[in-house]
């Protein structure tokens, strides 16, 4: 029933514009996506529970395995308006203040 809802509704998941295929959301891209939102957010072995794997390694390949963007942009919300160990140091565009205006986390 979702993967005709989501047909009708039109909610593009993914496009192969080689072969003109077109892949409308299903219930389990709402399983994936729920998985996704949900894994910064608990632990693995919590998020595991909730995703019905008989094995921590699939939770760990699938949603909790974070690149190197993800982890910085974690960082600079986090730890950006307090100040770092990198002191004024962010994103492009990014206004921190100037350098030594926040916490000293290295003590």
Request: aromatic share 6%.
């Amino acid at each position: 029933m979702l993967s005709v809802i989501g047909r009708l509704t039109r909610v593009v998941v993914r496009t192969d514009l080689k072969r003109g295929d077109i892949k409308f959301a299903s219930a389990h891209d709402l399983r994936r996506s729920s998985g996704t939102r949900w894994a910064p957010r608990v632990k693995a072995p919590t998020l595991m529970r909730m995703m019905r794997h008989e094995s921590i390694q699939t939770t760990m390949a699938f949603y909790v395995d974070l690149d190197a963007d993800e982890i910085a942009e974690d960082l600079y919300r986090d730890f950006g308006r307090a100040g770092s160990v990198l002191g004024s140091v962010g994103p492009a565009g990014a206004d921190f203040g100037a350098a030594g205006d926040g916490v000293n986390l290295c003590g």
